[in-house]
Each structure stands twice: as C-alpha cells, then as structure tokens.
C-alpha cells in the first residue's frame, strides 16, 4: 500500500487525502482492531447508545401547519402496513396505489431487478404507475466525486416527488393517488437525507421553491413533502406473507447470506424497519424478513455489517480497492465461512459490486463464485417468474445455474425456451410486464388510453 507522503507515488495509489495511513496490521492485530463489530453491533448499540434523534415528520407537520410546505400523505386508500422503526416509531408503507422510482443502475446493470418487483405486484394485482418522467437522483454524482451540491440533490428529490404526486392526473384521478416507492437505496438514502435538510434550512427551502417555482413543480406555491420516504423492500417486507401464499418451489435447501445496504439501514437510521420475528429485532428486518418467509436457512457470517466495498469514491478512484473488499470481506466468508448459496441484497450498487467483481478473485489463484440476487429476484424466482425472461440471470456475471439446480429448476430448458422467446422479439411480438400507452402521461407521445393510434 502507497504512502501518501511519498511525493514518488502514482497520484491513483494516494488514497484520498493526508490523512489516510496504512495501519499496517498483522493478521491478528487486525481482527483485534475490528472485533468489537462482532461483540457490539450485533445488538444495534452504535446505532442506539447515542442521544435521541428528532422524528422529522414531527417538524413536518410544523411546517405544513405554519403554511410553509403540503405534505403527501400514505392514506388508507395506499391500504398502508405500519411497522416499527429503529426507536419504536411507526412508519406508514403503502402497499398498493404505487409510483415506481426507478433506479438508473438497475435499469442499466440488473435489468432483472425491476423487472422481478413488477412481476410480482402483477401477480397480486397491485396498482401502481411505471411511467417515463422521472430522472435520475444524482446522488452517485454528488457521493462519488463531489461535484453535486445539496441545491441541486433537494431540487431533484422534490421534483421527482412532485411529478408522484401529479402524474394520476393524466388518468381523471386526483392528486396524491399514487405514492412513490424508490427502487435504489442510494436514492433512498439520499432522498432521506434531504428532506431532513430541507425540513431544518429555512435557507435552503428558499432557494429550492425557487427552483421548482420556475420548473412548475409547487403545490399552490408550497413544497410537496412526501410523510414516508419508502423502499421497495420495505414494500416486499411487508408483503412476505402473500408473496409466499405464491410460492411454486421450495427454497428450505438453501442457505442465503444477506447483505445490508449501508445507504439503505444505515443512513437515517432511525427511519429503518426492525422487527421482533426477524433476528429477534437485532438487525434491519428487510430482505432477511422475505428470505425467512419463503423457507430459505438464513445464515450469519462474520462481516455482514460490512460495506459491500463499493463506497461511490471507492469505485471511481480505488477501483481494486473495491474489487479486493467485495471478494475477501464478503464474498469468500459467505462461500467458506456460512456455506452460502446465494448471497440476497436490496441495493443496486452493492448488487452490482457484488456481482460483477469476482472475476478478481481468480488474479490470486484463489477463485471464489457466489450467485448474488435482489431479495425480489428470488421472491420471484420461487414464486415461478422465469429465470431468464423475468429475473434476466443471464445479466448477472456470477452463475446462478448452480442455485437454480439446487432449487430444481431446469435452466437449461428455460434458456432454450429463453432463446426462442428472442426470435419472437426480434420478428415484433415481444411481451410486457405493463401497458406501454401508461408510461408516457404528459408532452409529446402522449395519448389517452382508448384513443386510436
């Protein structure tokens, strides 16, 4: 590892400012260094052993009383499930009448992602909206190189919002008919911690109203607020029960390790789902919660709390740092340490980083390969959606065959049947999850369900 007081040093092999030293830690000393992981944060005390934090929907409602913003409220008709939080709180998770924020990396990366989440709201006959315009959160920008502004993240956080809460008009319905559930925990994080900057920057709200006034996107002449920022596997948490009423094939033989999101549990703690039936309350209860309904072994391993190594500056400016923490600090104690099968996260950097990495390992002579799926993927999986046209495996870079012939599922059928679904796409007569004439709901394109053309 490079000094970074050696003015001889590649610029690429600095780290990422003075401060940072090598430790230079034996083995031993090392695991001495970090156990008080294993001993402490089992128990969730770093998150718990410090002063009480404030609920910021209590100075929401502040605000709106003050006339300062409009809040978009879960209401009865999102049919919502309460849960507890890290503190105890209630926290509201609508479980239909929903508006997809979609994630730019799993449409991008894991396109099997979106896809399995839709499918199996399709099978309940959830209502949702999975239209067109909506953009990109920008939190990579701002978190990998800095070159953001929180302006700029509110702004864009507020207008996604907005265009939520707007976006039924387009169908004679009335505002707020759909709440937005964000499919990326880096935007879930980030659009956390926004609104709670906004909620204490009388400065900031200023500056952003001004914004979205000239961008039309003011509730009459207010910021919109959402009461609940929600995940899409807070919602798949609190659907375990009918995903499995679903379930065609039996998981009991598979042993899964989960991975936490840091941006998901860890980023606005307080606002995270803890549940009593799941690792008796010990640790965030989502993607653990399903892998448990469907019948799976979940498994512990020492570095779960671990970053998946991705880290936003990591993977732009230490690459094989990334590569190298992903590999040793999570996927080889997975595989030798808990026996895994598959690895099962809920956020689409750790998913790709997770994933797409561990062709590296194979650079020391010590290969490791572990299948790594969203929690949703292998709802849907089980539940019967097909392998390759709906959970899209063939996108993932590590095997995946090895589970599904654990979960005695044919693949090799399935891919053939997968390879004459492509001729069909290619001579036109593709399928969709979701009627192409709902994504567009305003500018140009748009036309009203039931017009000709």
């Known amino acids: 590892m490079a000094n970074p007081t050696d003015k001889t040093a590649a610029p690429h092999l600095t780290g990422h400012g003075p401060e940072w030293q090598a430790a230079g830690l034996g083995a031993k000393d090392a695991q001495i260094a970090t156990a008080w992981v294993e001993q402490i944060i089992d128990k969730r005390s770093m998150l718990t052993n410090k002063d009480r934090v404030e609920d910021v929907r209590d100075a929401m409602w502040q605000l709106e009383k003050d006339g300062e913003i409009v809040v978009h409220r879960v209401t009865d008709e999102h049919r919502p499930v309460h849960v507890k939080t890290l503190y105890g709180w209630d926290k509201k998770i609508p479980t239909t009448r929903l508006w997809h924020h979609k994630s730019c990396g799993q449409c991008g990366n894991i396109p099997g992602y979106p896809t399995s989440l ?45 265009q939520a809460y707007m976006a039924a008009k387009a169908q004679g319905l009335p505002e707020g008919y759909y709440y937005p559930l964000v499919h990326c925990g880096t935007s879930f994080g980030n659009y956390k911690e926004m609104r709670s900057f906004l909620v204490h920057s009388a400065k900031l709200r200023e500056r952003v109203r001004q914004i979205l006034g000239k961008l039309g996107r003011l509730v009459d002449g207010k910021l919109l607020m959402p009461e609940e920022v929600v995940h899409y596997s807070e919602w798949v948490h609190v659907m375990r029960a009918e995903i499995a009423k679903r379930q065609v094939i039996d998981a009991s033989g598979i042993r899964a390790t989960i991975h936490p999101a840091c941006h998901v549990y860890k980023m606005i703690p ?184």
Not at 272 to 300: C, E, H, K
């Open 118 to 162: 839709l499918w199996l709201m399709n099978q309940m006959d959830i209502e949702y909206l999975d239209e067109t315009d909506q953009t990109s959160c920008t939190a990579w920008n701002y978190h990998g190189s800095g070159i953001g502004n929180v302006e700029s993240l509110a702004a864009v956080f507020l207008r996604n919002f907005h």
């Open 270 to 453: 307080e606002d995270v789902i803890y549940d009593d039936d799941v690792l008796d309350g010990n640790r965030v209860a989502v993607s653990t919660g399903i892998m448990q309904s469907l019948g799976t072994q979940v498994i512990d391993y020492s570095t779960w709390y671990d970053c998946c190594g991705f880290g936003f500056r990591h993977i732009i400016s230490e690459r094989e740092f990334t590569r190298s923490f992903a590999i040793d600090r999570k996927i080889r104690v997975a595989v030798e340490e808990a026996r895994a099968d598959v690895m099962i996260g809920h956020d689409t950097g750790c998913i790709t980083t997770l994933d797409k990495n561990q062709w590296i390992s194979k650079a020391d002579g010590r290969p490791v390969s572990l299948p790594v799926l969203a929690d949703c993927q292998f709802a849907a999986l089980v539940c019967g959606a097909h392998p390759y046209k709906i959970v899209q495996t063939h996108w993932h870079a590590s095997a995946t065959e090895g589970l599904m012939e654990k979960l005695g599922i044919d693949w090799r059928a399935k891919k053939a049947e997968f390879e004459e679904y492509l001729k069909e796409v290619a001579a036109g007569r593709g399928e969709t999850l979701y009627d192409p004439r709902r994504m567009i709901t305003s500018g140009p394109g748009y036309k009203r369900i039931g017009q000709s053309g």
